[in-house]
């Protein structure tokens, strides 16, 4: 797992992580997410806010152990929008206020924070937390965030280590409280999961002042364009103060160094890792953690009479766009850019150190070290590799979902639109393509919203569209009602583990054990909107799964189905009733073998393996739930439970 539940230090006791005894000076084993933590705790913030999502979700997860020893505020929000809000309220209100995300996040906190970094933020500081997803390990799409900051006009801050990720947070609030703005602090995949030692600080005592009055002209009409003259005022004032911050990666002076590789975030890490492997001599390293805005002064005195500029940074040309923008003006630099708009740097995906060490050789003119004989042996190596799709886990009421959607499908003789959203779900589309579409959280109700009026000029498919309980909190309420409004004829169901399962179980308004908050009846909601047709499924049940879904979607006008779902993984975490039920048996007698295997090949439940040689299924005991749904998947009845 990437955050553990006990840190180490340097001489091997464990720390508990939720009675952490939080003294100066000493070393831990940190994630960069517990790193960024730990600097909340010692930049004496008070409420902290966010929505889970890979790779942020540890932030705030680690400060929610943290709370009760700290006296700080944490909070899973609806969404990050609201999130972001919340944060920002706390700071008008003196209190100094982190908030995390993910990349994909901060699109829907975007609306907002391109009003309050106008506004302002008060007197109590507020960060933002960007953890960015470069080639999508956990993220729908591959998403530079570093130009939300530029389009904002807000400072943006690149940590390259646990350490420094963890050291720069009390700098951010220091300049969110003397500028008045937010201020954004990136991190990416690779920063935020790795662990590495980390020497702590003293942790601030929380002393709050509160502002009973809040500041004055926390609105920007009818000036805005003044507001953003004045903002514009201090992004220059903050360029002249990065221009001489301790956090940037200075080469040393003097020397004939006519190649600079340009570096920021943990790139820097892999730029020294290459310059120690490739050996290259005459080349200088400039790592970056003040990004944005770009110290002009430092960057004209660091680049003078260099030649060549490598630039290496993860997912676009951000920085080396800038340093393109800076050498139009002020002291001219006659500089050959390379980077990805030449391709020596990819312009998509993870960096490593293999690849610029690959661009340095390139740049310098030296030979390959890949030779064929190497290369060969990797790809023999990758073709021994065994393809695991992926999927649900085992029991996963999902899977029965889709398997229910595909069956209706075939009644329908193909003329099924399913549209969906971002979750445990999303594995839909590699079931079979059972799922058709997804976008962004929300995008499933919203999308079939549209699709739900095309009947009029010859669309003739179903439209059905699928989202899970924490989603629907999030994003799926406006879509709805648009869908309610506008007449439109959509089957929508909802998958209800009362759990946001995908990211580690964190608790939302409809989560049945989130203590110490209201409970939200998602059926309620729905209700309110007042649906054509409404039902209630068992999620074990795959008959009436079927039944429910075609029914509900012959019909014309807005239909919803929720899905009384389960997440195993939480079940066995908060108690495991698998003992008490019946072992899932299959009866050799009645099964088919080769000519069925819909259970394996179709239905694909994990615990249900082929054995090749007497080629036939066989249940995978220590993977099975005991669930039964795979026994109504059966056209033969061979599978059944032990008498």
């Known amino acids: 797992m990437i955050l553990e539940s006990v840190l180490r230090d340097v001489h091997g006791k464990n720390i508990e992580l939720k009675d952490m005894d939080y003294q100066a000076g000493q070393r831990v084993l940190m994630s960069g997410n517990e790193a960024i933590a730990r600097g909340?705790?010692?930049?004496?913030?008070?409420?902290?806010?966010?929505?889970?999502?890979?790779?942020?979700?540890?932030?705030?997860?680690?400060?929610?152990?943290?709370?009760?020893?700290?006296?700080?505020?944490?909070?899973?929000?609806?969404?990050?929008?609201?999130?972001?809000?919340?944060?920002?309220?706390?700071?008008?209100?003196?209190?100094?206020?982190?908030c995390s995300m993910k990349s994909l996040g901060l699109n829907v906190a975007a609306d907002f924070l391109l009003n309050v970094n106008l506004s302002g933020t008060g007197t109590g500081g507020l960060v933002l937390v960007v953890c960015d997803d470069p080639r999508g390990h956990s993220s729908s799409n591959e998403q530079d965030s570093r130009f939300y900051a530029k389009a904002a006009k807000i400072p943006l801050l690149e940590p390259a280590t646990a350490q420094q990720a963890k050291d720069i947070i009390p700098y951010a609030f220091s300049l969110s409280k003397r500028m008045g703005i937010p201020v954004m602090v990136r991190s990416t995949t690779r920063l935020s999961h790795t662990q590495a030692m980390v020497s702590l600080g003293a942790p601030s005592e929380l002393q709050i002042t509160i502002e009973e009055t809040l500041p004055r002209h926390l609105f920007n009409v009818p000036d805005p364009h003044l507001r953003n003259r004045d903002l514009q005022e201090k992004l220059r004032r903050i360029a002249r103060e990065f221009a001489t911050s301790q956090w940037n990666l200075l080469p040393p002076d003097g020397g004939d160094s006519p190649l600079t590789v340009v570096s920021s975030g943990i790139s820097q890490l892999y730029v020294r890792e290459a310059l120690r492997e490739v050996d290259a001599q005459k080349v200088r390293h400039f790592g970056v953690v003040t990004t944005f805005p770009l110290p002009s002064e430092l960057v004209e005195r660091v680049m003078a009479d260099n030649k060549e500029a490598l630039f290496v940074e993860e997912v676009d040309p951000f920085l080396e766009d800038e340093f393109r923008i800076q050498a139009t003006y002020g002291t001219p630099m006659d500089i050959v850019f390379h980077g990805k708009h030449d391709g020596f740097?990819?312009?998509?995906?993870?960096?490593?150190?293999?690849?610029?060490?690959?661009?340095?050789?390139?740049?310098?003119?030296?030979?390959?070290?890949?030779?064929?004989?190497?290369?060969?042996?990797?790809?023999?190596?990758?073709?021994?590799?065994?393809?695991?799709?992926?999927?649900?886990?085992?029991?996963?009421?999902?899977?029965?979902?889709?398997?229910?959607?595909?069956?209706?499908?075939?009644?329908?003789?193909?003329?099924?639109?399913?549209?969906?959203?971002?979750?445990?779900?999303?594995?839909?589309?590699?079931?079979?393509?059972?799922?058709?579409?997804?976008?962004?959280?929300?995008?499933?109700?919203?999308?079939?919203?549209?699709?739900?009026?095309?009947?009029?000029?010859?669309?003739?498919?179903?439209?059905?569209?699928?989202?899970?309980?924490?989603?629907?909190?999030?994003?799926?309420?406006?879509?709805?009602?648009?869908?309610?409004?506008?007449?439109?004829?959509?089957?929508?169901?909802?998958?209800?583990?009362?759990?946001?399962?995908?990211?580690?179980?964190?608790?939302?308004?409809?989560?049945?054990?989130?203590?110490?908050?209201?409970?939200?009846?998602?059926?309620?909601?729905?209700?309110?909107?007042?649906?054509?047709?409404?039902?209630?499924?068992?999620?074990?049940?795959?008959?009436?799964?079927?039944?429910?879904?075609?029914?509900?979607?012959?019909?014309?006008?807005?239909?919803?189905?929720?899905?009384?779902?389960?997440?195993?993984?939480?079940?066995?975490?908060?108690?495991?009733?698998?003992?008490?039920?019946?072992?899932?048996?299959?009866?050799?007698?009645?099964?088919?073998?080769?000519?069925?295997?819909?259970?394996?090949?179709?239905?694909?439940?994990?615990?249900?393996?082929?054995d090749s040689e007497r080629e036939r299924p066989v249940m995978v005991e220590d993977q099975c739930v005991r669930c039964g749904a795979c026994i109504d998947v059966c056209p033969y009845g061979a599978i059944r439970r032990a008498r």
């Open 40 to 98: 909340a705790v010692e930049a004496g913030v008070g409420f902290c806010s966010s929505y889970p999502g890979t790779p942020a979700t540890e932030i705030a997860s680690t400060l929610m152990k943290w709370a009760r020893d700290t006296g700080m505020y944490v909070e899973w929000s609806t969404n990050e929008k609201v999130a972001l809000e919340a944060a920002a309220a706390a700071s008008w209100a003196g209190v100094p206020a982190m």
């Open 345 to 610: 740097v990819p312009s998509w995906g993870e960096l490593n150190t293999d690849i610029i060490a690959q661009s340095l050789r390139r740049l310098r003119g030296m030979p390959s070290e890949i030779d064929g004989e190497r290369e060969r042996a990797r790809e023999h190596a990758s073709s021994l590799l065994i393809p695991r799709p992926l999927t649900f886990c085992a029991g996963c009421t999902h899977r029965n979902v889709y398997w229910a959607l595909r069956k209706v499908r075939k009644r329908l003789d193909g003329n099924l639109v399913v549209t969906g959203d971002i979750g445990c779900y999303s594995l839909g589309v590699f079931y079979d393509q059972a799922m058709d579409t997804m976008q962004a959280m929300g995008s499933g109700i919203g999308t079939a919203s549209g699709l739900g009026q095309l009947s009029r000029f010859g669309h003739k498919a179903r439209v059905a569209t699928i989202a899970g309980d924490s989603t629907f909190f999030h994003a799926c309420l406006p879509g709805l009602v648009n869908a309610r409004h506008t007449n439109a004829d959509v089957l929508f169901i909802i998958v209800d583990n009362k759990t946001t399962a995908m990211t580690g179980f964190q608790p939302h308004p409809g989560s049945d054990d989130d203590e110490g908050h209201r409970l939200v009846s998602l059926r309620k909601m729905v209700e309110a909107v007042e649906p054509d047709m409404l039902s209630v499924v068992d999620g074990d049940d795959i008959p009436a799964l079927i039944e429910a879904f075609h029914t509900s979607v012959k019909e014309r006008g807005l239909k919803v189905v929720i899905v009384d779902s389960h997440c195993r993984l939480r079940e066995g975490r908060l108690e495991d009733k698998s003992d008490l039920l019946q072992r899932v048996v299959i009866d050799e007698d009645m099964c088919r073998g080769e000519k069925c295997g819909i259970c394996v090949k179709q239905y694909s439940c994990v615990a249900l393996a082929w």
